[in-house]
Each structure stands twice: as C-alpha cells, then as structure tokens.
C-alpha cells in the first residue's frame, strides 16, 4: 500500500491526490482521502486508480488544511471497498482517521478482547486493530494512547493518522516499511506545510523536499505547536524490507535513506560479475528489470535494448489479486519487438521469479520471435517464504523457488540457462556507495529468501491487558 500525509496546506486533499497518484504502483484496488478543516472530518474512498476515484467534484468534498490518504494493495481482509482506507474511528478521544502500510502479525486474539470492550469494528482489515486499540486505551493524552497501542502491536506499520486538527506518522521498531517526512516552504512568509509519504517520490509533485525518514520505533505528532516527536519502542534490530529495493519501490525514491535506483543498478552489475554468460543482447523484462538490466549491459559490456514493448496502460501484474487475471495480464502487457530479437543470444533479466508461470511466458514469447538462445537472471536470490509484513507473496506451495532444484526452474520456465543473485550480492547492492546513510547488510528483512524471519511469535494478547 501506499499512504500520504498533507499538514497546513489550504490545497491539502489535492496534494494528497497528487500524492497518492505517485504512489500508484504500491496498490491499485481502492484509494482514500480523509480530510479536516478544524472542527470535522470528511472522508471518500472508492476501488480503482486514485485517477478515477478522485474527480475534481469528489476532491471539492473533502475541505481543509489537513488530509491523509491511502492507495490499497490487499495482503489481509478482502479487497473490497469496506477495507479501503483511511479508517475512521470515532471514540472519546475524538475521531481518528488512520491509514497503514504493512502488517500486523501475531495478533491472537485481540480482536475478540477489544470487541469483549465495546469495540465495533466496520472492516475485516487488520488495521483497524490500530485505531481501535487507541479508541480503548486508558491513557490521559491521545499521543500516550497512541505510543501504548503502537508498542502493542507487532509486524509492519508504517502509517499515518489523523485527528480533526492534527497529523500523526510512525513506523514500526524494525522500519519494514518507508517512511518519509518532506516539507513545503510557506508563501509570503505564511508558515511551511508538513507532509509524509510512503516514498520519496511522491515529494517531487508536490515541491516538497525531502526532511527526513520517520525512523523505526518512533511516533510523530505536527499540531499548532509544530513537530514532536516520541520513540515509543526501541532495542529491535532495524529489518526494513530488501524487496522494496528489489521490486516495489519505485526507483526514482529514496528509501532507507539509499536510492533505490542506485541498488537496482548495483544488482545488475553484481549479478554480471557472478553469472555472466556470453550472449548478443541484454534485455530487460519492463519495467521492474529495467535498472538491473542496465547494470548489467553496463558492467559485461553486451548492448542492452527493449526487446519487450510494455502496454503502459496495464498496471503491476503481480499486484492484481487473482492468477486468472495475473495470467492474461502477461500477455496483455507484454510484446516482443520482433527484430531485435531474431537470431540473437538473449540474456532476459527480470526482479524476481514467485510462479514462474510469468517467467515462463516471457521465456517462450522471446523466443518464438526468434532469439537463438535465451538466458534468464534474476536481480536477487530464489524466493523460498512467504511475506508476512505486507507484500503479497503466495504460500510456498505456489512458490517454485520452494518447490524446485534450481535445474528444475530452469527446466519449467523453459531458459537455456538460469542463475539468481547470491544473497550477500543482494545486500551488499542495497548497501554500497556513498548515500547508504548507516545501513549495512545487517539492516534488512531478507526472510523471503532465507525463511528467517526477523519477529518472533509473541501473541499480542499478553501484552493487552494493559492496553484494553
Ligand atoms: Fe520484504 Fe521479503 Fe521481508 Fe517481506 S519477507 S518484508 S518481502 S524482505
Ligand atoms: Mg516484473
């Protein structure tokens, strides 16, 4: 998913919308703005692309200086409008709208606790368990409700919230998720508006620079009085997840303080340097191979050219929920340019195999357009356990990386040869060079390529008692 935050703009549910717009491909199913004005809140969501939900009539609708936003991307709860976000909850404290990126593991049974407290939840998504948690809690000031309910959950967060005259952001003690604060400089001396956004990229539309990330572990609050801000949870070794490198950040974002470009290139070049094989042409499977591709044209010096055309108006494939559509998608999304491809050695690089069954149609399309050879490499290692922190990977059942020798992949998606980025090469691409602020390899989830993963099963509800 991806979420938006707009603090102290009078334009804030349109630069929320603009926002959400570059922030798409983290979740195409439904999208939500949630906007005040002081006194009320105002929400609208609806299933489909920001661009279609969000007419300039629907914008009019959601006034005031203050906005948070969602664009969904179901992993838990089913995709349906009830579970597109924000999330309002009204409580005592007042409303609380909320919108999450990640997810929460280990609940138990907290849901049955808080609604044994009068709690009544509207959807099946986990993360209404967060506001929820924050409506229930004792504590005397919204941002102690906040910071107990916060350090009672587990698994990925990164979200914002939202009252009817303040702005919140926080993320979870490992950082799984980005989080980025950015700020606009105020006109004629009125004072700046504060935004946060999933990536960086989202700053660029709006003229905002980039502040800082929110870091893991903490809470930020912007009121009248200006920003604060509150560890909540500290101790946990940081594991942001490697995969928002590999595959679902967008490459023109910083995240983690690293260029995810900059990784992606490194990958390329890292996987030429450890599988290269003799060939005429490097060709990049659009768009998430396109970086690594480079880096790798770059680095074994054989030319580098589209020999796939992508059908742009075809969103992410992986990310449509079912394989039926997943299946016709490839096809839809994907051609050969015929003549580039026609008696040539092919070396096809692509993010990731999860299926195979894409990889597979890729393999056959390249070369029924005449490729003589066709060798696949992959920008990081075979993907053996599923996500539990927010990305939607499928069981290992449905994993072949979990199912298959190596030969056997290469053998099912029908490649002359086929080879996976090593794990250190992985982080070490996310790592090296100058804007790798304080990461190490050490700073990662890598539990989809290793099955170890960073959180323990604690069950939430010895740690609620105290909280409900
Ligand atoms: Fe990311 Fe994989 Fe870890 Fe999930 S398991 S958070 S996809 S690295
Ligand atoms: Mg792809």
Redesign the pocket.
Known sequence: CGVMAVYNHPDAARLTYWGLYSLQHRGQESGGIASADGEQVYDRKGMGLVSEIFTDDVLKQLPGHQAIGHTRYSTTGDSALLNAQPISVESTKGLIAIAHNGNLINLGTAKERLERDGAIFQTTSDSEIIVQLIAHSKCSTLIDCMAEALSAVDG?FSIVMMTRNRIFAARDPRG?RPLSMGRIAGKDGAPDSFVFASETCAFDLLHATYERDVEPGELVMVSEEGVTSRIFSKGVPQAS???EHVYFARPDSRIYGRWVQQSREEMGRQLARESGVPADLVVPVPDSGVTAALGYAAESGIPFNFGLIRNHYVGRTFIEPTQRVRDFGVRMKLNPSRHLLEGKRVILIDDSIIRGTTSRKIVRMVRAAGATEVHMRISCPPTI?P?F???D?PSKEHLIAAQKSLEEIREYIEADSLAYLSLIGLTHSCTKGETADGLSPGS?????YTGDYPSQQIDVTEILPAVA
């Open positions: 990925a799984f997840c490697i995969f356990s996500c922190y927010g990305v990977t990662f989830c890598t539990a989809c």
